[in-house]
C-alpha cells in the first residue's frame, strides 16, 4: 500500500497483514522494509504486522523538504488505525521508533531496539573513517562504491547471501537520494534528555561481533530507560534480524508476547 504525507504529498510504502497485538518493523539506514522478510514470515500467525519503508528507502518517495522519519510513522500508524503498538527498529530504525516513543508514547507498547545510534553520541575513530570513506564515494558520485563501503563495514561477518540483499537495498536508497538535500529532525530535539523519564517496556539488543559504539549505546540506553532489558545475540554483527533471524526470533518473540 501507498499513502501520502500531508506536507509534502511523498509517497510512504507500506504493508499490513496478520491479526493481533500490532507490531511495527522499521529498518536500518542501510536497508528496506525488505530486511523484515524472515520476520513478516514467521511473526504473521502471531501479530498484526505493519512495515514501511522510510522516504528516502525502497519503494517510498524522495527525502524533499523538512519532515521527520519519526512523525512519518505516526502517519502510517493512522493510515492503518493503528492506536498503540509494540515497535521493533533496526539500527537507524532503532533511532526512529525511539523518537516516536518519547513523543508519543501513549501508542507505544513497547520497544525492540536492535543496534540502534543515539544522538550526541562520541563516535569512535572507526566510525568516523567509515563516514569518511562513504562520504568521499558519495561525493565523487560513485554509488557503487559508496554500497561497497557500507557492506564490507556493517556486513563484514554476514553471510555472502545476507550481504547481496543488504548491498541491493542499500544501492537503491542511494539512487533515490542521490542528489537530495533532505531537512530531518527528530519529535523529541533532546532525545538522550528523554530517556529516564520514557516508562515503556524497552528490549535492546545487539549482535555479539557489531561495532564497540553500538555496544556502548545499548549499555547505556538499557542503563538509562527505566523499564529496559539487554540480550546479545551470538554470531551477528549489526543487523541481528537479517544475520541470525531464528536466534532473534528467539530473543524477542516472549518479550512481545509478555507486552501484549
Not at 25 to 33: E, F, K, N, T, V
Not at 65 to 72: K, L, N, T, V
Not at 117 to 126: F, K, Q, R, T
Not at 181 to 186: A, C, I, R, V, Y
Request: aromatic content about 6%; overall charge negative.
Amino acid at each position: 500500500m501507498t499513502m501520502h504525507d500531508s506536507g509534502h504529498d511523498t509517497p510512504l510504502h507500506f504493508e499490513h497483514a496478520g491479526d493481533g497485538p500490532h507490531v511495527v518493523l522499521i529498518h536500518a539506514g542501510i536497508a528496506d522494509s525488505r530486511m523484515w522478510a524472515s520476520q513478516w514470515a514467521a511473526w504473521e500467525g502471531r501479530f498484526a504486522l505493519t512495515r514501511l519503508d522510510l522516504r528516502g528507502f525502497g519503494r517510498s518517495g524522495r527525502q524533499t523538504g523538512s519532515f521527520s522519519h519519526a512523525a512519518d510513522v505516526l502517519a502510517v500508524l493512522d493510515a492503518v488505525g493503528i492506536h498503540r503498538a509494540a515497535l521493533v527498529g533496526a539500527s537507524f530504525g532503532g533511532r526512529v521508533a525511539l523518537d516516536l516513543a518519547a513523543a508519543h508514547p501513549e501508542r507505544v507498547s513497547g520497544l525492540v531496539l536492535a543496534d540502534p545510534p543515539l544522538p550526541g553520541h562520541a563516535w569512535s575513530d572507526e566510525v568516523r573513517a567509515f563516514s569518511d570513506a562513504e562520504d568521499e564515494a558519495l561525493e565523487a558520485g560513485d554509488l557503487d562504491a559508496a554500497t561497497d563501503v557500507n557492506v564490507e563495514f556493517w556486513l563484514a561477518p554476514a553471510s555472502e547471501a545476507v550481504r547481496a540483499a543488504i548491498r541491493e537495498q542499500q544501492l537503491n536508497a542511494f539512487e533515490l537520494q542521490f542528489g537530495d538535500e533532505p531537512d530531518e529532525s527528530l519529535l523529541t530535539p533532546d532525545l538522550r534528555s528523554a530517556l529516564p523519564a520514557l516508562d515503556i517496556p524497552a528490549l535492546v539488543i545487539t549482535g555479539e561481533h557489531d561495532k564497540a559504539d553500538f555496544l556502548v549505546i545499548a549499555d547505556e540506553l538499557a542503563a538509562t530507560l527505566p523499564n529496559a532489558r539487554r540480550e546479545t545475540i551470538p554470531r551477528a554483527g549489526h543487523l541481528p534480524s537479517v544475520e541470525q533471524p531464528g536466534t532473534f526470533d528467539a530473543a524477542v518473540l516472549p518479550f512481545l508476547a509478555e507486552i501484549a
